[in-house]
């Protein structure tokens, strides 16, 4: 099996990056200790109630009390990428379908 994270060698290395993403994704110092209860929270075995936590904006009350608000996916860069995937598919998709219609695929058209 391939590597494609060298520097994720184990779960240290793993937590590590995450709250790398995570507080550039929100803009956000968290002390050990917060960054410690948000991993305990988000870790679940739920799978509908982890969905839920990527689809959306959720709350963490920090170590002073005050609220934060979060989000575990940069949904605006997600869109813009599949947009610009979907420029590159529609003319393609539309010369294989040979006239056909594709159900769905006038979202994407401009």
């Known amino acids: 099996m391939q590597e494609d994270r060298p520097d994720i060698r184990d779960r240290a290395s793993l937590e590590a990056n995450f709250r790398q993403k995570f507080e550039a994704l929100n803009r956000v110092r968290l002390t ?5 209860r948000l991993l305990d929270d ?3 075995p739920d799978v509908f109630k982890n969905s839920i936590r ?6 963490f009350t920090r170590d ?7 989000t ?8 813009v990428a ?9 003319p393609l998709l539309k010369q294989r379908a040979a006239g056909r219609e594709i159900s769905g695929l006038n979202a994407y058209e401009s």
């Open 64 to 70: 002073d009390g005050t609220p934060l608000s979060y």
């Open 54 to 59: 990527l689809r959306g904006k959720n709350d």
């Open 82 to 90: 599949e947009l610009a995937l979907m420029d590159d598919l529609v």
């Open 42 to 44: 988000l870790v679940s």
């Open 32 to 36: 050990n200790g917060e960054f410690a």
């Open 72 to 79: 575990l996916v940069n949904w605006k860069a997600r869109r």
